[in-house]
Structures are given as structure tokens and as C-alpha cells.
Nanobody
Framework: QVQLVESGGGLVQPGGSLRLSCAASGNIFIIYDMGWYRQGTGKQRELVAV???????NYSDSVKGRFTISRDNAKKTVYLQMNSLKPEDTAVYYC????????????????WGQGTQVTVSS
């Protein structure tokens, strides 16, 4: 099995910062892309940022210049540094990883964390 566990969410005032972390564990052979998605109330889940195993990053236009995604391959962990937060950033943030598990018959697939709430409000 593969597990992803997020941490670091919370309540922050507009203009503030938060850092999210997501650690992968379990029977992992290779982790390819890792990313962050978010889902606001009544909205569809959307991509926030993604990073390849080689460190190539891609961001949604709404967070470009404010958020930074990074990863530590040795720790199987991806981070999301969020600066200059706005009320419209309020959402549940989900971590995702494209993983090839260890095990006969287990194919490559996308795994998700349970989500962490980020609320931006004064």
C-alpha cells in the first residue's frame, strides 16, 4: 500500500503564509510527479502546482509568483510554500503522487492524501 499524509494547514490572515507538507510512505518503488490540488466549497478540484522527479515545476496562473512547490526525494516528501495568501485560496488542499509501487501485479497509479484545510480570513 501507498499512503500520503498532508500537514500544515490552518487559519491565516490575508497576506500571510503557510507551508504544507506531504509525506509518502509504504511499498514505493518510484515516485514520478508529485502535486498539490485544491477544492473550495462548491467548486471542482483544481491543480495548484506539480513537480517532476527531476524538479521541473508547473503552476496554475492563480498562484504563480505566490506559491512555491518543492520536494525532497530522499524523504519522499513534497512541500507547498504559500505566500501572500488571499481569501480565494481558501480550500481543502490535497497532495497527489504518481507512484510505481513495489509488488508483482501492482501498476503505476495516482495516490491521494486525505486533504488539509487552508482558511484565509481576517
Amino acid at each position: 500500500q501507498v499512503q500520503l499524509v498532508e500537514s500544515g494547514g490552518g487559519l491565516v490572515q490575508p497576506g500571510g503564509s503557510l507551508r504544507l507538507s506531504c509525506a509518502a510512505s509504504g511499498n514505493i518503488f518510484i515516485i514520478y510527479d508529485m502535486g498539490w490540488y485544491r477544492q473550495g466549497t462548491g467548486k471542482q478540484r483544481e491543480l495548484v502546482a506539480v513537480i517532476s522527479s527531476g524538479g521541473i515545476t508547473n503552476y496554475s496562473d492563480s498562484v504563480k509568483g505566490r506559491f512555491t512547490i518543492s520536494r525532497d526525494n530522499a524523504k519522499k516528501t513534497v512541500y507547498l510554500q504559500m505566500n501572500s495568501l488571499k481569501p480565494e485560496d481558501t480550500a481543502v488542499y490535497y497532495c497527489s503522487a504518481d507512484v510505481l509501487p513495489i509488488g508483482i501485479g501492482l501498476g503505476r497509479g495516482d495516490y491521494w492524501g486525505q486533504g488539509t484545510q487552508v482558511t484565509v480570513s481576517s
